[in-house]
Structures are given as structure tokens and as C-alpha cells.
């Protein structure tokens, strides 16, 4: 059974530091992985897919990467601002049509 | 992206009642459906997976007679929560898969906050 573990469940940092979030999953054999962030009481915002057969995926200040055979993707945030605080979540699908298998989260806390 | 609507956004009840969510795909047909419920600071965990015009498969310890899941069209499902209570609070999303632009790709709607009084 797919297991998604995310590491740390919580970090505050200062405004302006690079932080890494991490995630792990115990069947190497996804389809994709996929990084959401979501807002206190709100739905989840896509920010990044990356398929079984790529490494890396990277959107303005956000760059994910997977490493599928040890199972598991980190997610690289830099300068950090304010509005990054969000709930971070990791999220794996193993077949093409088949249900998202989520972790529970970050809780990302930037210090202004 | 695609986008996927749910309606209404929050709803407060008085328990016992029934509650109906709808999910729709707004600028794409979605043959499958899923429907998550996140207990507060938890995770998303998957409730059923809806198939256009066939029964819905849910997963395990999710009565299938107290979550009624109607997938009557290609851009809507609806989540009924029969006689509900306190414990079914929660925050229910859907997310609908694409095909075309966007091949198996998911979209998650906003989420419908249920309270149960």
C-alpha cells in the first residue's frame, strides 16, 4: 500500500531563505508526482506535476525534484517571501487513471 | 488550466439532515471523478472514485449509503451526505480527470465546508 510521508510537518523560517521540503513515498511505481500548496480553509493550488520519466520540474521560485527509485522528491523553495506560508502537500499517483495519494503536509511559516 | 467548480462553498446544517455537493468541469468532460474529505490539519484522504453512468467504488471504512455519489453527466458529480452529524465536519473536495489538453491530468475544485450542528 502506497505510503506519502513529508518531512518537516512544520517550519518557520525568515523572509529571504532558500528552504527545502521533503517528501518520500513507499512504492517506487507512480505515474506522477505532484507538489499542491494550500491556503488555511481553501482548496489546493497546483504548483508542480513531473512525470515517472523526468528528474525535475521548476516554476519561477519553485523547483521540484524526483528521484523515483529511492522514492522520493524535494521540493526547493527560494527567497522565501510572506506569502509563501501555506500548507505544502506531496501528492503521488500510481496508475494513469487511478486516485492521488497525498501526505499530510508542511506547514510553511515565513517570518517577515 | 481546466477548472472545476463545486457548489455551494460552505454549508452549516442541523444533523440528521442531508446534504447535496456538486462537482462540475467547467471546460472539459470528465469521465472519472473523485471525491476527498480532509478532516482539519490532516490530509486529503480519498472517499470514492465516480464513473460517468455506473456506480461509484469507494474506499474502505466509507459507507457507500450515508455518501451518495451520482455521476449523471460528463461535467457533474454529486456527493450526497445523508442524515448527517457532528463527525461528518469536514472539508469535502473534488477533483475531475482530464483528457485532451491536459491528458489524465487532475483538477481539484475549491472544496465545500460542511458543518453539522
Known amino acids: 500500500k502506497q505510503e506519502v510521508t513529508q518531512i518537516p510537518a512544520a517550519l518557520s523560517v525568515p523572509e529571504g531563505e532558500n528552504l527545502v521540503l521533503n517528501c518520500s513515498f513507499t512504492?517506487?511505481?507512480?505515474?506522477?508526482l505532484q507538489w499542491f500548496r494550500q491556503d488555511p480553509g481553501k482548496g489546493l493550488t497546483s504548483l508542480l506535476l513531473?512525470?515517472?520519466?523526468?528528474r525535475e520540474q521548476t516554476s519561477g521560485r519553485l523547483n521540484a525534484s524526483l528521484d523515483k527509485s529511492s522514492g522520493r522528491s524535494t521540493l526547493y523553495i527560494a527567497a522565501s517571501q510572506p506569502g509563501d506560508s501555506a500548507t505544502y502537500l506531496c501528492a503521488v499517483r500510481e496508475n494513469r487513471d487511478d486516485k492521488i495519494i497525498f501526505g499530510k503536509g508542511t506547514r510553511l511559516h515565513i517570518l517577515p | 488550466g481546466a477548472v472545476v467548480s463545486q457548489h455551494p462553498s460552505w454549508v452549516i446544517c442541523k444533523s440528521g439532515t442531508s446534504v447535496k455537493i456538486e462537482c462540475r468541469s467547467l471546460d472539459f468532460q470528465a469521465t472519472t471523478m473523485f471525491w476527498y474529505r480532509q478532516f482539519p490539519k490532516q490530509s486529503l484522504m480519498l472517499m470514492a472514485t465516480?464513473?460517468?453512468?455506473?456506480?461509484?467504488?469507494?474506499e474502505q471504512g466509507v459507507e457507500k449509503d450515508k455518501f451518495l455519489i451520482n455521476h449523471a453527466s460528463l461535467t457533474l458529480s454529486t456527493l450526497t451526505v445523508t442524515s448527517a452529524h457532528p463527525e461528518d465536519s469536514s472539508f469535502y473536495i473534488c477533483?475531475?480527470?482530464?483528457?485532451?489538453?491536459?491528458?489524465?491530468?487532475?483538477?481539484f475544485g475549491p472544496g465545500t465546508r460542511l458543518t453539522v450542528l
Open positions: 513531473i512525470q515517472s520519466s523526468q
Open positions: 465516480s464513473n460517468e453512468g455506473s456506480k461509484a467504488t469507494y
Open positions: 477533483s475531475a480527470l482530464a483528457g485532451g489538453h491536459y491528458p489524465n491530468e487532475q483538477f
Open positions: 512504492d517506487s511505481a507512480i505515474y506522477n
